[in-house]
DNA sequence: CGCGCGCGATGAATCGTTTCAACGTTACCA
DNA sequence: TGGTAACGTTGAAACGATTCATCGCGCGCG
């Protein structure tokens, strides 16, 4: 990339324009009542006509401020995170602040380069979902001043903000309808619990079962599946429908696997909810337009970006642990006739 | 939000605890190659020892170069933008530089706000879909020295470089698919034509459809809706049903729509393919997952971004009009048994 | 008439880096 | 041995804004 030869036009040009010195003008722009309005309309017109924009990195390097805020989320193309990044983004723009985005797609050399990039254009903080469990490289960055928010993910660390949502109490309440349902055998379709969000969801699901009074080895198959999406799912389905003893109700670890259990189930011809009940998580958009319309645990995950930004750009110091709630969207595929 | 207050750590305290000069230390960062190994260590363990990360701010403001971009797409929450945007990430990615992104939800005067934000970040250029038709403002930036790139929009202005896809042979496509099947009598669930994408979509329509020796007006129900989704569709679909000579196939102008398409034909008990069928457009994730498989017409959005990114960080300043062809996805929505 | 006050405007210092002309060493060759 | 080329290092200028001590001026008051 060739470097910007054109050199913009400076305080310095508006100044003369306008015949004032750069502290009058600097005033105009920062101060405007601290100006006569006769010599601040002279600047002014002199800015219009010269179509001046200040250099935010001289004016960041002086005055120490800036409004910008760094976000790390796993991979932007993933619709939980879009949504995240959108609630982040309208918090940010409510404060006058721009939104620098990247995706680390969990790889923690990724996510330390970017958040050394951030921390050189000087962000007052961050938001970042950790790839991995450690949290040191981020205690070192606030040292150095920044802010830290953790997203989807409560921090081990009292002195971190968080923002998360509760996903142990979201798989239990997801448990609990299939319970009251009357569904005594579950299948979970599962990540490997190396992943938080996976290991929380299935202690809420076992929690429920435990308190329903059930064996829960006997009560639950949890199937680990590697690839959380329709293909995962399908794989896991398979799986079950060649069980001795099937159990009568599916929880996937979110709706793209659930997406693939019904499919298969519909491929053998399995009706839903009487011959197997399915439960998503994530309740994204189409979940509720698919054929059989999917239960599903929604996640407020444009709250979840938008208290992020709240927490970073809290006038207070004080860390904050905030845990949202999830909510149980009851469809046709617990419920329906089919 | 409390201002930073400790003092970043500078050049010069390297310089000082290396004992060497500041300029030396710059070397090491910027051109270790001129600087001895011995000095060179000293100063690397100095920086480390200090855990010194550059001022992005003030080398910015010398150097005048700075290895960000900016994106101003329409809604980031849409899967098209967002996957346009991971595209348009992982090309300024292996470029070094960071990216901002802003959603202007359509509104020129957000869009406004974010052009004159970025401008005094310093960005190097901007990826913009442009909120409305006129593209004057975008001219005067670059004036100003920075890179233009219109994105998802031919350019109107030859001068502009910009990244899109051919809506109208996509259209074409996907009506020419369903003339082959035998089908004459097609209908469309349109947006206004006030949205570029729509009326393209139309004309290539149209064009098929003479090609193919039919009189227009005759072959083609162009149903207009407001809303571009799933509630759209299904009140355009009831629509169709409604009509005294039904059309034998609907073509939708996104997927969202043809989703409400489908439920409504399944409400309807009318059997897709053999009593409706039904196209999309976007080949979003889902597409293929759902009870029926959805034909539609693929948008290579992943592509469109990291070409933009490309237009932006080119060499060279000659301008450059890409048009990506999207391709047809067939799917039993067309084709299938039901 | 003189003094002090307050309002506006001034301009130099400052932020932390990059860049570059100049300088001191060392090495090499005539 | 003297001259020069190459190399590594230095120190100060420059980038463009903000900030602040200072100054000039007009006005009111004693």
Redesign the interface.
């Known amino acids: 990339?060739?470097?910007?030869?054109?050199r913009?036009t400076s305080i310095a040009d508006v100044a003369k324009l306008a015949e004032v010195s750069v502290g009058t003008v600097s005033n105009v722009l920062n101060r405007p009542d601290r100006v006569s309005p006769a010599t601040r309309e002279r600047v002014e017109s002199a800015i219009a006509e010269l179509?001046f924009?200040?250099?935010?990195?001289?004016?960041?390097?002086r005055a120490?401020?800036?409004?910008?805020a760094g976000a790390i989320v796993l991979?932007?193309?993933n619709?939980f995170f879009?949504?995240v990044?959108?609630g982040i983004?309208d918090r940010l723009?409510e404060?006058g602040y721009?939104?620098?985005?990247?995706?680390s797609d969990e790889d923690p050399e990724r996510e330390a380069r970017?958040l050394?990039?951030?921390?050189?254009?000087?962000v007052?903080g961050v938001m970042v979902v950790p790839s991995g469990p450690e949290i040191e490289h981020l205690l070192?960055l606030r040292e150095?001043?920044l802010?830290i928010v953790l997203l989807d993910r409560p921090s081990p660390d009292p002195s971190v903000s968080s923002v998360a949502v509760d996903d142990r109490a979201g798989a239990a309440a997801a448990a609990r309808h299939l319970l009251d349902l009357g569904h005594e055998h579950l299948a979970f379709l599962n990540g490997p619990h190396t992943i938080r969000q996976c290991a929380d969801r299935s202690a809420g699901l076992r929690d429920a079962l435990s308190e329903a009074g059930l064996d829960v080895d006997e009560a639950l198959e949890e199937i680990t599946i590697t690839a959380l999406n329709?293909d995962g799912g399908q794989a896991g389905t398979e799986q079950i429908l060649a069980m001795d003893a099937r159990p009568t109700a599916t929880m996937c670890v979110n709706d793209?696997t659930a997406?693939?259990a019904l499919?298969t189930l519909?491929a053998a011809e399995v009706p839903v909810p009487s011959g197997m009940a399915v439960v998503g998580y994530d309740d994204v958009?189409?979940a509720g337009?698919?054929?059989?319309p999917l239960t599903s645990v929604r996640q407020p995950m444009h709250r979840l970006g938008h208290r992020a930004a709240d927490l970073?750009?809290?006038?207070s110091?004080a860390p904050e642990q905030v845990v949202f709630q999830p909510e149980l969207v009851v469809r046709e595929s617990t419920t329906g006739t089919g």
Chains 1, 2 share one sequence.
């Open positions: 990339m060739p470097p910007r030869t054109k913009r179509s924009v200040r250099n935010g990195s001289a004016r960041q390097l120490g401020t800036i409004t910008t991979d932007i193309a619709p879009t949504d990044a959108r983004e723009d404060a721009t939104l620098m985005l990247a995706s970017y050394r990039l951030f921390e050189e254009h000087g007052q070192t150095r001043g802010r329709a793209l997406l693939g499919r519909r958009t189409f337009e698919l054929a059989t970073l750009l809290a006038e110091e």
